[in-house]
């Protein structure tokens, strides 16, 4: 288990790849089990699993990384533990206690030390935490025991050629969410609804599809795996939904924009609004901020070019670099976002 590790960091990608140890509480008889350390990639569930069958499953995701000083912090331990209870709830599925959320993060980070990424090379550990219902149903109802477990992967940085331009599209014919639904839980079936957009926009040369609100069909909602965010006249602005995941890399940056002396607003913005922004976003764990250059209306034929001068903007930049800083302890953490590993 302890040969060396020959692993080029920087040409890493963002997938998967076998680490030494997973973590796994199972919750039956009313209560959570003690936390089991396994090293088997594979998990045993029975056949008519709720998961299985009617969708059960619901996750986070978060990173941990090497600081400039050496030592391991993970961003927002805790905001992650909360919101996965609200996504617990939502799907009628035992909330994770935050101790034991928090407990379980913090032992699989450590057993797989060696995975995290040396400081300088832009790869993190990324951190999965997910829960699923495991008892067997065939009628429909709710399970009656979960499992709930971590696994931690290296990734390599999301920008390989530096932070770029990405363009994205909108695509009227498809919904990832119903107005009162599941888009503001962390629900892997959210995912497969939006698959099929994904991959008509990926053959198309765009990034991601920005989905509009499912209901009128008038406002940005978020881009499949990533919160929006736009300046506008020197404000953050930033959709107000109940269609979207509250994403904390988002809500990281509202702080950071208001610490700036940015005005921040959290507002419905339409479409037509996109004409008149300076710059624009997707944000999420995985990139942190993915600069737009262009967004591309295609069922209308409009396109909003926001970066004109081809490079992300100036306020993008900023919020980017001082969330990355923070994360790297290369600059002090006012909010007491990182928990350090000792
Ligand atoms: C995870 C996720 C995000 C990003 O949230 P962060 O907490 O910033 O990582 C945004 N939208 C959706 C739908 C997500 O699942």
Redesign the pocket.
């Known amino acids: 288990m302890n040969e060396p590790l020959n692993i080029d960091w920087a040409t890493l990608p963002f997938g998967y790849l076998k680490t030494d140890y997973n973590v796994r509480s199972y919750f039956k008889d009313g209560k959570w089990s003690d936390i089991e350390v396994s090293d088997s990639e594979n998990i045993n569930i029975h056949m008519a699993a709720t998961s299985l069958h009617y969708g059960q499953e619901i996750f986070?995701?978060?990173k941990a990384f090497r600081g400039v000083d050496g030592k391991i912090r993970i961003f927002?331990l805790h905001?992650?533990a909360q919101?996965m209870r609200e996504s617990a709830m939502g799907l009628c599925m035992e909330p994770i206690p935050v101790e034991l959320f928090e407990e379980m993060v913090v032992k699989v980070v450590k057993l797989n030390e060696r995975f995290i990424p040396p400081y300088g090379t832009g790869a993190s550990l990324y951190i999965r935490p997910f829960e699923i219902g495991t008892s067997a149903s065939v009628g429909v109802r709710k399970a009656s025991e979960y499992l709930f477990m971590v696994l931690v992967t290296p990734v390599g940085p999301y920008f390989k050629t530096g932070f770029g331009l990405t363009n994205i599209c909108i695509f009227r014919e498809y919904d990832r969410v119903a107005p009162k639904g599941t888009?503001r839980w962390?629900v892997g079936g959210?995912?497969a609804a939006a698959l099929a957009a994904g991959e008509r926009a990926h053959a198309m040369g765009y990034s991601a599809v920005l989905f509009l609100d499912p209901k009128e069909k008038k406002y940005l909602d978020?881009?499949?795996?990533?919160?929006f965010f736009a300046i506008k006249d020197g404000v953050y602005i930033t959709p107000e939904s109940e269609s979207?995941?509250?994403?904390?890399?988002?809500?990281s940056f509202m702080q950071l924009a208001k610490d700036m002396g940015i005005k921040v607003e959290q507002r419905h913005i339409t479409v037509e609004e996109l004409a008149e922004v300076q710059e624009a976003a997707a944000?999420?764990?995985?990139a942190v901020a993915s600069p737009i250059g262009e967004v591309d209306d295609i069922d209308t034929g409009h396109k909003y070019v926001i970066a004109t001068d081809g490079k992300p903007g100036p306020v993008t930049t900023a919020l980017y670099k001082k969330l990355r800083a923070i994360q790297y302890g290369e600059e002090p953490d006012v909010h007491g976002w990182c928990t350090i590993v000792e």
Do not use: F
């Open positions: 986070e995701g978060l927002r905001e992650n919101r888009g962390k959210n995912y978020e881009c499949g795996p990533a919160n979207i995941l509250p994403s904390i890399t988002n809500k944000c999420g764990t995985a």
